[in-house]
């Protein structure tokens, strides 16, 4: 039921009528310019309930108006109150509507309109999309709204809590993305009052009725009950199904090629021993804020609306019903027209697929398996391979997208080559090389550019003595700078000079300054060898007495 005030139920409870208005663009039409007002709504179709249907409705009004006063496809908008005579209350939406036809009487002055739901908006490709696919069910119905321009109703979420996988519906209408989605909950989608996209499921009734019909106020017209529900059958494709419980009851069948056997399982164990009361009540004087899903009490037993033709009078009567015909419970042989109209359509796809296939000397096929398992999807600018509903590969126009382990013997990969199990790499440049991952083999000193060493590079600036070979150093020109004076002691190291008196005059021009050449240390020194000569020789500026000895 559509949300009332305390006033509406006050005035409804007694002696009423109502008042219907129509809102046409930003225009409104009361009831002295309306001739005549009625809007139609079925859930599950004229006929048999077909579960998994997108349901259009539809609106008809005739109006004193000129056609130029009617935009293109202008928003239809019809309302009711009730009236006690003194008191009125608010407007009650009864939908949102678009313009389809119209045709003018220019005797009477009267102009026709015909119009449909949002619903029809849907008669579209599905739109490209950055979801990952496959996506959640509810992401691809609030997907769905938003192309119809249309909220989402709060039962429609609270319905869809099974979070079925749906994959891309690259060559479905958003209308049928919607059935096939409503066929997994066993439902339809509508759109009520308010304008809104809402799941309504045939099995989803209240345990207490919202209204109640009866033959002694309505021309009431009931059906033998169903049998129990005992089985679901989704029929994938006109070869494949999933089926789930047995057909000692009442099996219904679905159309739906996203099902899984868990799908059929789930909507088993929520229509299990459910009961179909079919009935129609003509010229029904109800409470206008019922809608389409409310629950009906009929001859003492719980039924749905599902079907609703609304007169907007001064009695808003109303044909009400849960709709059957006679070829419902078959015994013979049938295909439904939505059966027929799904084993056309995907032919027609099987067809062009086969075409396609011959076209580029490929073929793509699918048997079994899904995105749980294993899965996969094509469309126009990508190529997914799937399994436990996570993408494993990605091809798409960036490149190769890998989650997991890739395993290889052989083969290139960007310029580089694998052979019995090596990586062998032209060029590589690793950063941040640990290095004690080099932890074999010897790194060659041609390597090692000349003059590349900078003292900088050397811990602490020192060469340890355990580093420098015997000899190394022997015969070497030491630099200007090389020597620090102040940090030089050369007190019982004298024989480092060797006996030689070249090796004195060498090392003469470093000992200026302020370096103390201490001349008693060296006497010291030199009484320890057999003099052959005395000679002098000038150490910082100052003359020195030195021998020379063999």
Not at 105 to 110: K, Y
Not at 137 to 163: F, P
Request: glycine fraction near 8%; hydrophobic fraction near 40%.
């Amino acid at each position: 039921m559509n949300n009332t005030s305390a006033l509406y139920n006050s005035i409804i409870s007694g002696s009423h009528s109502f008042e219907v208005k129509v809102a046409i663009a930003s225009a409104e039409y009361g009831m002295d310019t309306l001739t005549a007002l009625r809007t139609s709504r079925a859930a599950f179709g004229s006929g048999s309930p077909r579960l998994g249907l997108a349901a259009a409705g539809e609106i008809s009004l005739s109006l004193f108006a000129s056609s130029a006063d009617i935009p293109r496809m202008a928003q239809l908008r019809p309302y009711v109150r009730c009236t006690d005579g003194t008191r009125y209350s608010e407007w009650i939406p009864k939908g949102v509507y678009y313009v389809d036809t119209r045709e003018a009487d220019t005797a009477s002055g009267i102009l026709t309109l015909r119009g449909y739901d949002a619903m029809l908006k849907g008669e579209q490709n599905y739109p490209s999309t950055s979801h990952s696919w496959p996506a959640s069910d509810i992401n691809v119905v609030n997907e769905c709204a938003a192309v119809l321009g249309v909220s989402v109703d709060a039962r429609t979420t609270a319905l869809m809590t099974a979070g079925f996988s749906v994959p891309l519906p690259a060559s479905l209408t958003v209308r049928e993305t919607l059935q096939y989605i409503a066929a997994l909950y066993g439902g339809s989608f509508v759109i009520t009052d308010e304008g809104a996209l809402r799941l309504v499921c045939l099995w989803d009734l209240s345990s207490s009725a919202d209204l109640t019909v009866t033959g002694s106020n309505h021309r009431l017209v009931t059906s033998p009950a169903f049998p129990a529900c005992t089985g679901v059958r989704f029929l994938l494709d006109n070869e494949q199904e999933v089926f789930a419980g047995s057909a000692t009851g009442y099996v219904y069948e679905l159309s739906c090629p996203f099902a899984t056997q868990a799908a059929a399982n789930r909507l088993l164990s929520l229509m299990q021993g459910f009961v179909y009361r079919p009935y129609t009540a003509e010229a029904a004087v109800v409470d206008p804020a019922a809608e389409i899903g409310d629950t009906v009490s009929v001859s003492g037993g719980l039924s749905g609306l599902f079907s609703c033709d609304l007169s907007f009078d001064s009695l808003c009567a109303a044909t009400l019903s849960a709709p059957e015909d006679e070829e419902l419970d078959h015994e013979y042989p049938y295909t439904s027209p939505q059966e027929r109209s799904f084993s056309r359509r995907l032919q027609n796809v099987q067809s062009e697929l086969t075409l396609q296939a011959q076209a580029i000397a490929a073929k793509v096929s699918r048997t079994g398996g899904d995105a749980s398992s294993f899965g996969w999807y094509l469309d126009a600018d990508k190529f997914q391979l799937l399994a436990d509903n996570a993408v494993v590969m990605l091809v798409n126009r960036d490149g190769l997208s890998v989650q997991g382990v890739v395993n290889a013997t052989a083969g290139n990969i960007g310029g580089c080559s694998i052979a019995n199990g090596v990586l062998k790499i032209a060029n590589a440049n690793i950063e941040s090389l640990n290095a004690g991952k080099i932890t074999a083999g010897t790194l060659s000193v041609d390597r090692i550019a000349s003059k590349s060493l900078e003292g900088s590079k050397i811990a602490d600036y020192t060469l340890s003595s355990t580093k420098i070979d015997d000899g190394a150093a022997v015969n070497r020109v030491i630099g200007s700078s090389a020597v620090s004076y102040a940090k030089t002691s050369f007190q019982s190291t004298l024989d480092q000079v060797g006996t030689n008196k070249a090796n004195i005059d060498a090392i003469n021009g470093y000992f200026t300054g302020s370096a103390n050449f201490n001349a008693l240390s060296a006497l010291s020194f030199a009484l320890n060898y057999h003099y052959l000569a005395l000679e002098q020789i000038t150490i910082g500026g100052v003359n020195r007495k030195v021998v020379t000895w063999t």
